[in-house]
């Protein structure tokens, strides 16, 4: 499919490595191990697995109880023991996580000519806690949380909550993210999907090529045709 920048009326935006940088977490994990990259890895590899897992047996918990599972297995498999305020610790960074330097002027450019919403495996608490966090609560119509339907992206089941959420026939929803998985499950559902690349590595080639690759919210913007500010 072609990026039809006609038909966009809504843009949804992941939030985890989209909005905001999750890179924060190796500063929180740097004095529990010597190798600092694979911890991470080890951590992140654990939460997608398990949330594709929820899903594949029906057994939905919220992202951050499955994230704090993921880091305590990943912290165990490299031989560090943690209390549970360690991990408390750690996990909140996630509270506090820094936005892409793009996104405060990229959402506010794009707000002015769409509706923009954010649409997420966070929890609602998690999302308002990053919105206030970024300062960008007045660029989002809504932060639509997985947890208002129990099920976890890619399920198509996410993507056509969301544009009903928007009130947006699902083909004039563009869904923007970082992860690729997130992009694919948009575009098997029927949106727009945009990937906006935050890590510089390539493509997954197995899947179907992304409608629009961007570097940052204002090629959006400039796809779109919405004037600069």
Not at 109 to 132: F, I, K, Q
Not at 189 to 215: I, K, S
Request: charged content about 25%; hydrophobic content about 40%.
């Amino acid at each position: 499919m072609t990026f039809d920048p006609d038909a966009v009326e809504t843009v949804t935006v992941d939030s985890y490595g989209t909005l905001v940088d999750p890179a924060a977490a190796e500063d929180a994990v740097a004095g529990y191990a010597d190798d600092v990259d694979s911890l991470l890895s080890h951590w992140r590899a654990n939460y997608l697995s398990y949330v594709m897992i929820a899903n594949d047996v029906d057994d939905y918990r919220p992202f951050d109880e499955l994230i704090g599972a993921a880091l305590e297995q990943a912290l165990g498999a490299h031989g560090v023991e943690t209390t549970p305020a360690e991990r408390e610790e750690i996990l909140s960074v996630y509270d506090d996580l820094d936005p892409f330097d793009d996104v405060r002027d990229g959402l506010a450019r794009l707000s002015a000519d769409l509706d923009v919403y954010v649409l997420s495996m966070g929890t609602p608490e998690m999302l308002e806690e990053m919105l206030e966090g970024c300062g960008i609560e007045a660029y989002v119509e809504d932060a639509i949380s997985v947890h208002e339907i129990r099920t976890f992206k890619p399920e198509p089941a996410v993507y056509e909550h969301g544009a009903e959420r928007t009130d947006t026939p699902i083909e004039n929803v563009a869904h923007v993210a970082g992860p690729s998985f997130d992009v694919r499950g948009a575009m098997h559902a029927g949106m727009q999907g945009v990937w906006v690349d935050r890590t510089g590595e390539p493509w997954d080639p197995w899947f179907p090529e992304p409608d629009l690759a961007v570097a940052s919210l204002h090629d959006l913007a400039d796809a779109l045709d919405v004037p600069a500010r």
